[in-house]
Structure formats: C-alpha cells, structure tokens
C-alpha cells in the first residue's frame, strides 16, 4: 500500500476544514452577500464541500466546467424571493469571496 503523497494530505485537511465551517443557515442571514453578488447556488448533485475546496484552489476548469454545465451558478432575485418568503435554511460554506449555498437535498 503507497502511503498519500502530500498533496493527498494537504486536500483531505482542506476537505476536514471545510466540512467543519459547513452549516445550515437561514437565507435571511445571507442576504447582505446576495445584494453584493456573493452567492453561489450549488447544484444539488455536487458535494458541497468539494466544490468549496475547488474554489479554495482556484480550479479553474472544474469550476468552469461546473458553470457551462448550469451546475453553478448565482443566485438570482427569484430565487432570493422564495427563499425568503419559505425561510428556507440553506447549507453554506465560505470559500473567500464567495458564499456557497445548496438546498437540502431530496430525500
């Protein structure tokens, strides 16, 4: 068995920092960082604390990636409507500039 290089290393401690700044939060906290276009709606289908641990890298072409294929993209007025009317609790995660939110998802 290979032991993990420290890249390996590196990217499971930014995995374990993110996850622990990763909470549930009302839309209504928010809403400073969606009037300055901070918000970042994650598709449902990504795991949100990888996404945020793109960010933290800058990788670009994942990210890129992510956006051309509508898996990313910012929150919009409509959306900031019904979640505030809903008090919609959103999961969150900080990646410097931006603020990363996700729906819960299905169960």
Known sequence: MTSPTQADQEQQLLHAKLNTETSQIAWSELLRYFAGGLVIVVSSDLDLVDVAARFSIDDKATVEQWLNDSKLAKATDEQAT?????????????ARPWVLVQENKPD
């Open 82 to 94: 019904i979640w505030l009317e809903a008090d919609t609790l959103l999961w969150a995660v900080v």
